[in-house]
């Protein structure tokens, strides 16, 4: 996997890009969509959709120093898919509904006062929701409630939806 990562082309402002599509689109590794692609990937899409911990995903999206056969099969399934089709991730369903609770979450957060909530923090809580919780419905509050340390170490409040 580390040969096929530095085949990619490389640039300290971008980070790894992904070649897709025949070399006809570039998608930086870094960036915080891939990275939710990813987790979803890791989350619905793995032959045996494995428990791990959230610390391990949120690891895994950021592509670790070292890693074990498991995070290597994975990680080269995803790219092959991505270099293959980025349209896949960017536009297939399954993926536009989960980066959409992500958003949703982020909105509903930084509507309710919590203008500081960053994409990467909406997204870290939602992926520790997803793996208590991969099936049940999203709403912000169920969110909110599964966060309890990370809600209190960033200060983030949300008492549900205003109704106006």
Same mark, same amino acid.
């Given at each position: 996997? $580390? &040969?096929?990562?530095? &085949? ?9 890009? #992904?070649?897709?599509?025949? %070399? %006809?689109?570039? #998608? !930086?590794? !870094? ?7 990813? /987790?979803?990937?890791?989350? @619905?899409?793995? &032959? /045996? !959709? ?6 391990? #995903? ?8 070292? @890693?074990? +056969? ?6 080269? /399934?995803?790219?092959?898919?991505? &270099?293959?089709?980025? +349209? ?10 989960? #980066? ?14 919590? $203008? ?12 520790? @929701? ?15 409630? /599964? ?18």
């Amino acid at each position: 996997m $580390q &040969s096929l990562l530095n &085949s990619y082309p490389w640039k300290p402002s971008t980070g790894i890009v #992904v070649p897709c599509n025949n %070399k %006809k689109y570039y #998608v !930086r590794l !870094r960036s915080i969509p891939v990275k939710e692609f990813f /987790a979803i990937y890791v989350l @619905y899409e793995c &032959s /045996a !959709r494995p428990k791990f911990l959230p610390e391990t #995903v949120l690891s895994f999206c950021k592509i670790p120093e070292t @890693y074990n +056969d498991q995070y290597e099969n994975i990680m080269l /399934a995803f790219l092959e898919q991505l &270099s293959c089709n980025k +349209d896949y991730f960017f536009k297939g369903k399954l993926y536009t509904h989960y #980066v959409d609770e992500i958003k949703t979450l982020l909105e509903d957060l930084q509507e309710g006062g919590n $203008q500081f909530v960053t994409r990467e923090m909406a997204f870290e809580m939602w992926l520790r @929701y997803r793996l208590l919780f991969r099936d049940n419905v999203f709403s912000t509050q169920s969110v909110v409630e /599964a966060n309890p340390v990370m809600c209190k170490r960033n200060n983030i409040i949300y008492a549900g939806p205003l109704l106006i």
